[in-house]
């Protein structure tokens, strides 16, 4: 079976394989390294500054010459472009994120949100749109917006999980509905052999997060790498709301930690009644520079600066943790 597929030839990469844009967890030398490796690296850029993403893709750039995108997520970002001085919400902050990477990224990766206000502003910018869904109505939207690929999200992902059934069941409908649109998998994407599944049923490609958390690469904390690496699926958890801080109402999947552990223990109570609510857990550090309190509850990456108590932070991953067994 040939792994070259229409979206190789859309992205202009050797094979279809993107790493996912996992917020500051997702820099320069992890792009780069996939993409120099024949697939499709993704910054993560999500609450990043135009500034720094241009700054950022421009250092990518120098790290390879093949094609890379950026990721942004649409959801909940209203109030927070607003602050940041974008009077018309988080469509003019897209559009200046597209502006700034536009120059070295080829494609725009979205998620959890309507992105049809953004791919016309991104054809103009000669920016790809990828858009990650959870449904094959959230799909046929997307494809009625112009969006050049979708990513179809499986509810056995790592992080904020917008898919709400298998990736097995939720890939081949999508894939009949859309056609003939790429459509990558996402969720339970193991290895090779995933791989190949998912192209069986008609998948142009796959994005894979788990296994490229634990690389050497990643801009990760090394604890949060070596959980990746001894968990099992059966470690990890779905929850709706417990990381709900920063980001409400996104279910999203963890591996089991103190956390969730002294919550279950709990009784599982809602927001508000946790154990050790509001209580920091540890300092974030932030692409500005700025370093924050990191709430417990909150979402965030552990990335590499973290500094507190990493079994109190969300550990995102998926059920593919069970084959990666190493950094």
């Given at each position: 079976m040939s792994i070259r597929t229409p979206l190789c030839d859309l992205l202009g990469i050797d094979y279809p394989i993107l790493s996912v844009g996992f917020g500051e967890g997702a820099r320069a030398e992890l792009v780069s390294a996939v993409s120099n490796a024949g697939g499709f690296g993704v910054l993560g850029a999500s609450d990043d500054e135009p500034d720094f993403i241009r700054a950022e893709t421009e250092r990518t750039r120098t790290l390879t010459d093949r094609p890379f995108g950026f990721n942004l997520i649409i959801a909940?970002?209203?109030?927070?472009?607003?602050?940041?001085?974008?009077?018309?919400?988080?469509?003019?902050?897209?559009?200046?994120?597209?502006?700034?990477?536009?120059?070295?990224?080829?494609?725009?990766?979205?998620?959890?949100?309507?992105?049809?206000?953004?791919?016309k502003p991104a054809h103009e910018a000669g920016v790809k749109v990828l858009i990650q869904v959870g449904s094959v109505e959230e799909a046929e939207a997307a494809a009625e917006a112009g969006v050049d690929a979708v990513i179809a999200q499986g509810v056995e992902a790592?992080?904020?999980?917008?898919?709400?059934?298998?990736?097995?069941?939720?890939?081949?409908?999508?894939?009949?509905?859309?056609?003939?649109?790429?459509?990558?998998?996402?969720?339970?994407?193991?290895?090779?052999a995933g791989l190949a599944r998912a192209l069986r049923r008609g998948a142009a490609g796959v994005s894979l997060g788990t296994r490229f958390v634990a690389s050497d690469e990643a801009n990760i904390h090394i604890d949060f790498k070596r959980h990746v690496v001894a968990a099992t699926a059966t470690d990890t958890v779905y929850t709706p709301d417990l990381y709900d801080v920063w980001w409400p109402g996104a279910p999203h999947r963890t591996l089991r930690n103190k956390t969730y552990e002294e919550w279950e223990a709990a009784g599982r109570?809602?927001?508000?009644?946790?154990?050790?609510?509001?209580?920091?857990?540890?300092?974030?550090?932030?692409?500005?520079?700025r370093v924050v309190e990191w709430p417990r509850y909150a979402v965030g990456m552990a990335n590499s600066d973290f500094?507190?108590?990493i079994e109190y932070a969300p550990l995102w991953a998926g059920e593919s943790c069970s084959v990666v067994n190493d950094i």
């Open positions: 909940a970002q209203d109030d927070w472009a607003k602050e940041k001085g974008y009077h018309e919400g988080f469509p003019a902050y897209a559009r200046a994120m597209i502006a700034a990477a536009g120059g070295s990224a080829i494609a725009a990766v979205f998620f959890w949100g309507d992105p049809a206000p953004y791919v790592g992080g904020h999980v917008r898919g709400t059934t298998s990736i097995w069941e939720l890939l081949p409908a999508t894939v009949a509905r859309v056609a003939p649109l790429p459509v990558l998998a996402s969720g339970e994407i193991r290895d090779g109570p809602p927001s508000g009644s946790r154990p050790g609510e509001g209580e920091p857990i540890g300092r974030y550090h932030l692409s500005s520079g500094e507190g108590n």
